[in-house]
Nanobody
Framework: QVQVVESGGGSVQAGDSLRLSCAAS????????MGWFRQAAGKEREFVAA???????YYGDVMKGRITISRDNSKNTAYLQMNTLEPEDSAVYYC???????????????WGRGTQVTVSS
């Protein structure tokens, strides 16, 4: 079992930046892929980005070019740097931790509770 806790969300203006953090703890926390999904009200969940333990990154289409995912293995923490935020980026952002194939398929087993990001125009 891996525990996942997100932080860093908040309310910002369009054009601003935010950095989300995801801390994983527990058994196997250091050997899994960490990633982010988001879900806006009334919409389906979308894949944002993921990073493997070796630093290989995957990006979805939703925020491509405006985000960077990274991780600090010494802290079992992943970061999502989001730039030039738009109102359409408003959503709950969830961190998920699991083997890469499960994570990318959206069937990851270890999810955080989410952190709200609200972008005003």
């Amino acid at each position: 079992q891996v525990q996942v806790v997100e932080s860093g969300g908040g309310s910002v203006q369009a054009g601003d930046s935010l950095r989300l953090s995801c801390a994983a703890s527990g058994r196997s926390a250091s050997i899994v892929t960490m990633g982010w999904f988001r879900q806006a009200a009334g919409k389906e969940r979308e894949f944002v980005a993921a990073v493997t333990v070796t630093g290989y990154t995957y990006y979805g289409d939703v925020m491509k070019g405006r985000i960077t995912i990274s991780r600090d293995n010494s802290k079992n923490t992943a970061y999502l740097q989001m730039n030039t935020l738009e109102p359409e980026d408003s959503a709950v952002y969830y961190c998920v931790v699991d083997q890469v194939d499960k994570l990318l398929a959206g069937t990851g087993r270890n999810w955080g509770r989410g952190t709200q990001v609200t972008v005003s125009s």
